[in-house]
């Protein structure tokens, strides 16, 4: 089935300093991923459409300039967090779906504890 | 408009006991309505989903409940077992809006021995 990759789990850095978390389909072509924020105890939300080739699209409050989505390739998607600080510790994951499955089904990333201190 | 309202928040059942979760949404829209099961610290895994075409799904122990008219779906887990404890969200998406999911808020199931 299809696999999605995400790296790295666990990740502690100081504030102000930048995150990359990456998200890969292993064996499939996604063009379209999605990243999603999941704080302690709550759901899933979606932060960001991740389209290759082009810009993402960010959801309402959503700071673009804060969360940088890079799509490049047709199996790679980045999320960086930029001058991160501690609220935005929280728990990222990544979605994507496999094109020649005739459903919907999204598969996700096992996800990014980001921790900043 | 594009919530999708999950109850109950949190859940205990005894082993081998029925698990009901259910959920209800506003957008007609909607076509793909999935549940996911998620344990701590990881992400979601999908465990079983259905059309708005078909008002029941049954795969094993778990079965989707899908009432068109009431603009609600349910989980149905039979047979609850200890390894069911996790938190299951529902879903829903549609193909306009390029698949994105919206989740509902999630149920904490924990299931006692």
């Known amino acids: 089935g299809a696999v999605v990759s995400q790296h790295p789990s666990r990740v502690i850095c100081k504030s102000g300093t930048s995150v990359k978390i990456e998200c890969r389909s292993l064996?499939?072509?996604?063009?379209?991923m999605f990243w999603y924020r999941q704080f302690p105890k709550q759901s899933l939300m979606l932060m960001a459409t991740?389209?290759?080739?082009?810009?993402?699209?960010?959801e309402q409050g959503v700071e673009k300039d804060k969360f940088l989505i890079n799509h490049a390739s047709l199996t790679l998607s980045t999320l960086t967090v930029t001058s991160a600080h501690p609220e935005d510790s929280s728990f990222y994951i990544c979605?994507?779906?496999?094109?020649?499955?005739?459903?919907?089904?999204?598969?996700f990333g096992s996800g990014t504890r980001l921790t900043v201190v | 408009q594009q919530q999708v309202k999950q109850s109950p928040q949190s859940l205990i059942v005894q082993k081998g006991g029925i698990s009901i979760i259910n959920c209800a949404y506003e957008?007609?829209?909607?076509?793909?309505f999935p549940w996911y099961q998620q344990f701590p610290g990881k992400g979601p895994a999908l465990l079983i989903a259905?059309?708005?075409?078909?008002s029941e799904k049954k795969e094993g122990r778990f079965t989707i409940s899908f009432n068109k008219s009431a603009k609600q779906f349910s989980l149905h887990i039979m047979d609850s077992q200890p390894g069911d404890s996790a938190t299951y969200f529902c879903?829903?998406?549609?193909?306009?809006?390029?698949?994105?999911?919206?989740f509902g808020q999630g149920t904490e199931l924990s299931v006692k021995p």
């Open positions: 879903a829903a998406s549609w193909r306009n809006q390029g698949g994105k999911l919206i």
């Open positions: 991740s389209n290759e080739g082009s810009k993402a699209t960010y």
């Open positions: 064996d499939f072509q996604a063009t379209t």
């Open positions: 979605s994507a779906r496999d094109p020649s499955q005739t459903n919907y089904g999204y598969t």
């Open positions: 259905i059309r708005p075409d078909v």
């Open positions: 957008n007609t829209a909607f076509d793909y």
